[in-house]
């Protein structure tokens, strides 16, 4: 029986009583297994990282998942968040130097919602903290009240890039897109691409300029039953592509 070249994702760490636990959430699990066709891996959030070496030794892609939690704004510069804020400093100690050293490394990378703010801060962007407070753009979070399947159903149209990655595997100009998100990208990173744009000017989804590897981030949600929806499988299935192209290439090192 073949394997399956394996995908890493960086955990997510909760406490319950007086425990930390590490966790990802499963719909991005099933979208690997089942649109990219690849082994997920999840790489616990440690104090001290598991180095992205010893990862990339046995993974050949890497996907930087959506999360409740925000990034710690001291990563770009902004002034601490209020007292209360939802914050995950292990995931942001473990996942921003890994980003980065994917890309360094060549390794194929897709990030989604936090994962595309994660991307963006580690290559030196910046981020509005309330997206909804700032003049002219949407709200861009879900109705919490709302259930689940109206939360990561369809609420936006996004306007892709011609002739761009997420144009080349869509081959759409335009589609609707979930919204699961009160921060959004405000600089963008130097050697960052736009791939698309909501109507209100944010930008929701980039790639990495002359990337060694496949390197796209999306800010809405393409793991929400990802079989279901033409755009989410076809990046899914692009990410899990580059994932066997780069597996091969190990092999015959
Ligand atoms: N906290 C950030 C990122 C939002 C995000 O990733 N939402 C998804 C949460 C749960 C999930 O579907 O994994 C922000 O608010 O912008």
Redesign the pocket.
């Known amino acids: 029986m073949t394997s399956k070249p394996v995908v890493a994702i960086v955990c997510d760490t909760s406490k319950s009583g007086p425990h930390i636990y590490h966790s990802v959430?499963d719909?991005y699990i099933q979208a690997l297994r089942r649109c990219a066709d690849v082994t997920p891996v999840l790489i616990p959030s440690l104090d001290v990282p598991v180095p992205a070496e010893e990862i990339f030794s046995f993974a050949d892609g890497l996907l930087a998942?959506?999360?409740?939690?925000?990034i710690q704004r001291h990563y770009y510069g902004d002034a601490p968040a209020p007292e209360g804020e939802?914050e995950d400093p292990h995931r942001d100690k473990n996942t921003l130097p890994l980003i980065r050293q994917a890309i360094a490394m060549g390794i194929p990378m897709l990030g989604?919602?936090?994962g595309l703010?994660e991307l963006n801060v580690t290559m030196g962007g910046t981020l509005y903290p309330r997206l909804h407070e700032i003049d002219g753009r949407f709200d861009h979070?879900e109705d919490k009240d709302a259930p689940v399947d109206v939360q990561y159903g369809p609420a936006h149209s996004v306007s892709v890039r011609e002739g761009g990655l997420l144009h080349t595997i869509t081959g759409a100009d335009e589609f609707m897109v979930n919204t699961?998100?009160?921060?959004?990208i405000r600089d963008l990173a130097p050697g960052l691409v736009v791939e698309a744009l909501a109507d209100d000017d944010t930008i929701e989804a980039v790639s990495i300029e002359n990337a060694k590897a496949f390197a796209l981030a999306v800010q809405w949600?393409p793991e929400w039953k990802a079989w279901e929806n033409d755009q989410s499988t076809r990046i899914f299935r692009a990410f899990g592509d580059a994932v066997r192209a780069h597996s091969k290439s190990r092999v015959g090192k």
């Open positions: 959430g719909k998942t959506g999360g409740y939690s925000n939802n989604i919602c936090r703010q979070r699961v998100h009160g921060q959004g949600h």
